[in-house]
Nanobody, 120 residues
């Protein structure tokens, strides 16, 4: 099975930056796409950024121009660079991926999340 593990969360001041990392491990034939979601207390989980295998990017309107998703295919890693953070960015951030575990079978995988706290 495939596992995703996030890291890099923690406390940051408004206007500061954080870089989140996600490592995929396990039985992986090919990673199709990786994405970052977040969930704030009392709110629904939302898509923050997505990078697919074709090189396409997708960002939530609230983070455009501030967040950047990237991927290192050789290391099976994804990153989320977060700049100009504000209190509304406080949430648990989750790594998400669609991966092929065999040439014919794909799986949807979630990480356990990492908490980002932005003080006001």
């Amino acid at each position: 099975q495939v596992q995703l593990v996030e890291s890099g969360g923690g406390l940051v001041q408004p206007g500061g930056s954080k870089r989140l990392s996600c490592v995929a491990s396990g039985t992986i034939f090919r990673i199709v796409a990786m994405a970052w979601y977040r969930q704030a207390p009392g709110k629904e989980r939302e898509l923050v950024a997505r990078l697919n295998s074709g090189g396409g990017f997708e960002y939530a309107d609230s983070v455009k121009g501030r967040f950047t998703i990237s991927r290192d295919n050789a290391k099976n890693m994804a990153y989320l660079q977060m700049n100009s953070l504000n209190p509304e960015d406080k949430a648990v951030y989750y790594c998400h991926s669609h991966v092929y575990t065999t040439p014919q079978r794909w799986s949807e995988v979630w990480g356990q999340g990492t908490l980002v706290t932005v003080s006001s």
